[in-house]
C-alpha cells in the first residue's frame, strides 16, 4: 500500500485515482501509523511552501517524513512536495524544509511568464529506477513559481527548459521528486507513477 500524505493541501484524489488505474492500492492520510506501515509515500502539494511546512508539524508529520525517509522506504514528492523534501525555501521569506535534499528552493525570475504552467518536456540527466522505459523527450504537466537548487547536482535524473534548465525530477537514495505533476501528464506521468509503485513492492530497495 502507498500513502498519499494529507496535511490539507488539494490535489490528493487526483493521485490516489491515478495509482489506483495502475492497479496500486494507495491510501489518503495524515494518520503516521497508516504512513509507518505503508510501502511507500507520496507527499503531494500545492501553495505556499511556509504553509505547508506548519501544516506538516502541526499534525506531527515532520518527524514521521523524516524518519520514513530514513528507514529506507521509497518517497516522493510531487510538486510544492517536492520543494518540501529540500532543506530552505526562499518563499515569502525564509522557510526551513524537511532537509531530505540538501538545497534551496528559489523563485523564478526573468521576463518570461510566471508562473510556469503548461506542458514541458524532459531532458534525462541520468539513468535511475524511477525513468524505466523513457528516453526522454517525453511531456510532463508543470505549475510552479519556484523551482530547486541541489547543493549536489547528482541528485538530478531529468530536467526541463522554461528559459533555463531547470530541474524536473530528482533522486537521492530512497527520496525523489517531481516538480511536474504525474497524475496530470498523461501515459508518461503514469509511466513514471508506475515505476514508482514498483519501487515500492515488499523486498525492493534501491
Request: net charge neutral; aromatic share 6%; glycine share 14%.
Amino acid at each position: 500500500m502507498i500513502a498519499i500524505v494529507d496535511y490539507g493541501v488539494g490535489n490528493l484524489r487526483s493521485v490516489q485515482k491515478a495509482l489506483e488505474s495502475l492497479g496500486q492500492q494507495a491510501a489518503v492520510t495524515s494518520d503516521r501509523t497508516v504512513l509507518d506501515a505503508a510501502d511507500g509515500v507520496i507527499l503531494p502539494g500545492v501553495g505556499a511552501f511556509g504553509d505547508a511546512m506548519a501544516s506538516l508539524r502541526r499534525l506531527g508529520l515532520e518527524g514521521a517524513l523524516k524518519e520514513n525517509a530514513k528507514s529506507g522506504k521509497p518517497l516522493l514528492g510531487i510538486c510544492l512536495g517536492m520543494q518540501l523534501l529540500f532543506s530552505v525555501s526562499e518563499e515569502h521569506g525564509q522557510h526551513v524544509g524537511l532537509g531530505l535534499i540538501p538545497g534551496h528552493v528559489r523563485r523564478l525570475h526573468g521576463d518570461f511568464k510566471i508562473p510556469h504552467v503548461g506542458w514541458n518536456s524532459l531532458r534525462l540527466v541520468r539513468r535511475s529506477p524511477l525513468t524505466t522505459g523513457l528516453d526522454g523527450g517525453e511531456m510532463a504537466y508543470f505549475v510552479h513559481s519556484y523551482y530547486v537548487e541541489p547543493m549536489d547536482g547528482g541528485v538530478l535524473v531529468a530536467t526541463t527548459d522554461y528559459f533555463r534548465d531547470l530541474p524536473a525530477i530528482v533522486s537521492r537514495d530512497n527520496v525523489h521528486g517531481m516538480q511536474f505533476h504525474p497524475e496530470k501528464s498523461a501515459a508518461a506521468g503514469l509511466h513514471l507513477l508506475g515505476n514508482f509503485a514498483a519501487l515500492c513492492a515488499p523486498g525492493v530497495r534501491v
